[in-house]
């Protein structure tokens, strides 16, 4: 008998395409189908909109090239998801900051990092196809903490995410855990966000896979007046011929590491869903956070990112101490001549708490206090050179290279494989009765300058990391 071709006759029949082209000829073909069932048509929206990335990645990009003016309403026309909609319009908004609300002196600044929550999720990493599988993260919980051995209704749930994470299994490896899904990872994303120094002002990508390639420009010498890699512009006369110039590239691979979370609880703990479920959103996302900013800070690139006070960083300037192992307004004012014209709107301090009294008293020649506290009816933001400061125990020590430095964060490249793995034990701890849960996180960090700056002019060096030396 020869193949027959099945007409749908439910949107849930309607194959799912994955180029635009066949999507809008499906939308036209059965829009009567459509119609009649709106959720339907969202699913179907939804999946397409998986299926295109997959199937060709720029498909983001392309949403990205929307002229500025598009709003979350229009992109939701063209998409026909809300989810997506919104991963759309973040992408815009990195790109385009000035759709953002820029920093004021009036208030917290805002820009293309401090966007909502819902910005963060991410449609098409490996837990997307798990959303909606539990009820809560506690109920999440509670499923891995019987596993195949609890209730029905929990283990068929927890069955679910694990053929779902099989799917991915040649890059996400197994490791005995269950994938989160990325209803609950984008929350606690949000969570670790606010108390972390790097990630939020960091360049992050997603990756599918366990190693990409990123594009750097080749731009260490300037001196000769070429910038972006060589390329050179000229001033002609509209006769004459062209001058060819190239640009050099170069790439940057990003390779997962893995971070890992352990901790023992009491047996009773995991038991109570809403207990356990508001221990492990705010205790692990904490203490990774933590953990991360170190990586990205001081990691020497084996099992752990390069760091940027690494010395594989060969982009970070140094610049001589004033004085002996304290710190004076004098190595302010030095770091700041050596960092990069183009990053200094976007730089932020970043100085070790035992450096915060002698900052505090560095003074202008006038006299007046060189550090500018934000007035008491807000959070504490103190600015130096007209730039926020962060202190934090996590920088080098008062004395040390980089107790105090100036950093373009955005320069930093973070890859997020956006894939949490939660696995439990009750055996370890069995005669205390304890249990041990462990969470893995697969990321990768490296600073995206390979070199510090010639410029075309001047006799210093620039750099987006530039700190004071021992």
Sequence with gaps: MANQTITPTAVDEIPVPNKSDEYADL?????????????????????????????????????????????????????GDEEFAEQAFARLARQHPEMLERPTMDGPAKGPKDITPELRYNPVSPGADADGVFASFGEYLQAVWHGEDGPSELAGKLDQVRKIQAAYSSDLPWEGGALIPEEFRSTLMETRLESEIVRPRATVIPMGSKRIEMPAVDDKDRSGGTTHGGIQVYWESEAASLTASEATFETIGLETKKLTAYTEVPSELPADAPAFGAFIARAYPQAMAWKRDIGFIDGNGAKEPVGFHDEANAAKITVTRAGASNLAYEDALRVVQQMLPESMG???????????????????????????????????????????????????????????????????????????????????????DEEAFRVIERLDGKPWMSANVQPYKGANNLSWAVGVAA
């Design 27 to 79: 939308m036209s073909e059965f829009g009567h189908l459509i119609a009649q069932d709106p959720d339907g048509a969202q699913e179907l929206a939804r999946k397409f909109a998986k299926a295109a990335h997959v199937h060709d990645p720029s498909v983001n990009e392309q949403a990205v090239e929307m002229r500025v003016e598009t709003t979350k309403e229009s992109l939701l026309d063209a998409l």
């Design 346 to 432: 976007s730089t932020v301090w970043l100085a070790n708490l035992d450096c915060m009294k002698e900052i505090y008293e560095f003074e202008l020649s006038t006299g007046s206090p060189a550090v500018m506290i934000s007035p008491l009816t807000q959070a504490p933001q103190p600015m130096l050179l007209g730039r926020p400061i962060i202190f934090s125990e996590k920088i080098p020590a008062l004395g040390s290279a980089f107790d105090l430095g100036l950093y373009d964060l955005s320069q930093y490249l973070v890859g997020d494989r956006q894939a949490i793995q939660v696995a439990r034990s009750t055996d370890y701890k069995f005669r205390s």
